[in-house]
Each structure stands twice: as structure tokens, then as C-alpha cells.
């Protein structure tokens, strides 16, 4: 099985910043893609950004410019920085993984539990 745990999230002012981070654990043989999506209430989960293995990133409209993305393959972990917060990028953020438990699985897509970014003054 597989975990992910995700942290960084809280409550910040307008124009601030916030770096979350997932780190997954269990068995594991290899992460392909990883990302983040997000969850305001009322609404349904989007895409925030994604990042494949070799590094290449995709980005929701909304976040362009102000959000990165990144990961670190040795530890199992994604990473999104988030500047220049806004009220509208309030929400539960979620980071998801496609993992290969073993050379012989097939491709599973695991969920973390979620983090709460508040963005207000």
C-alpha cells in the first residue's frame, strides 16, 4: 500500500506565500506523474499543476506566473510553492501520485488526505 502525506498548508494574508509539500511512503517501485489539485467549497476538485518524472510541468491558467512546482525523485515527495496567495486560492489542496508498487504492477493512482490553504486578511 501506499501513503501520501501532504503539509505546509494554513491560514495567510493576500500577497504572501506558502510552500506545500507530499511525501509518499509504502511500497514502492517508481513514481511516474505526480501533482495537485484543489478543492474550494461548492465547487469540484481541479488541477493545480502537475510534473512528470523527468521533470516536465504543466499549470493550471489561475496559477501561472505565481505557483511552481517541483520534486525531488531520491525522496518521493512533490513540492508547490505558492506566491502571491489570492482569497480565490482558498481550498483543500490534494497531491496525487501514479505509482508502480512493483516492476510487475500496474499503474495506480494514490491520494493524500488533503491540506487546508486559507488566504485572508
Known amino acids: 500500500q501506499v501513503q501520501l502525506v501532504e503539509s505546509g498548508g494554513g491560514l495567510v494574508q493576500p500577497g504572501r506565500s506558502l510552500r506545500l509539500s507530499c511525501a509518499a511512503s509504502g511500497i514502492i517501485f517508481s513514481i511516474t506523474d505526480m501533482g495537485w489539485y484543489r478543492q474550494a467549497p461548492g465547487k469540484q476538485r481541479e488541477l493545480v499543476a502537475g510534473?512528470?518524472?523527468?521533470?516536465?510541468?504543466n499549470y493550471a491558467d489561475n496559477v501561472k506566473g505565481r505557483f511552481t512546482i517541483s520534486r525531488d525523485n531520491a525522496k518521493n515527495t512533490v513540492y508547490l510553492q505558492m506566491n502571491s496567495l489570492e482569497p480565490e486560492d482558498t481550498a483543500v489542496y490534494y497531491c496525487n501520485a501514479d505509482v508502480y508498487a512493483t516492476r510487475w504492477s500496474i499503474l495506480s493512482k494514490y491520494w493524500g488526505q488533503g491540506t487546508q490553504v486559507t488566504v485572508s486578511s
Open positions: 510534473i512528470t518524472k523527468g521533470g516536465s510541468t
